[in-house]
């Protein structure tokens, strides 16, 4: 089996650095993260490995999901994050669905000093891909990653 067999990814090009992109990300998550009208709270993320992160969405009629609990498997500053929700905190065993794996890597267009930014999931197994795809990644996702996108360059273009 291949890495990507079981995956789904978003990826875009963002004008701006990924020292802006990064603060977005760690900083501003409750802003972008889950796709409008619905909202999202950062219970907790303690950005290190084994540290948690955990993350409530809401809905515009009261609907609830989550929290979505799990564990940070790897932090590079303005690189890499991995999360998975095979642990929660303490390294406590629970159902999993995916790992989640979030890249910044320098992509300069046209001299923006911007940001390729990717975000992936991968499943455990094709019936949790399949799952995913039907709860409406690609709608979901890509407008995760619009908000995202237009709030890093709106930063980029305040600071």
Known sequence: MSEAEHELSVSCHIAAPRAICWKVWTD??????????????????????????????????????????????????????????????????????????????????????????TATARHWDAEAKARHEAMGFHPGWDQMMAQYKALCETSAASA
Do not use: H, N
């Not at 619905?38 to 969405?57: C, F, H, K, N, Y």
């Not at 809905?59 to 999360?83: H, N, Q, S, Y």
């Open 28 to 117: 501003l998550k409750d802003e972008w993260f889950c796709p409008k009208p619905w909202r999202a709270d950062v219970i907790e993320e303690d950005l290190r490995p084994g540290g948690r992160s955990a993350v409530q969405m809401f809905g515009p009629d009261g609907e609830e999901t989550g929290p979505m609990e799990g564990v940070f498997l790897e932090v590079a500053p303005g690189e890499r994050v991995v999360t998975t929700d095979a642990y929660a905190a303490g390294w406590a065993p629970q159902t999993p669905f995916m790992s989640a794996i979030w890249d910044f890597a320098d992509e300069d267009v046209d001299g923006d000093g911007g940001t390729r930014f």
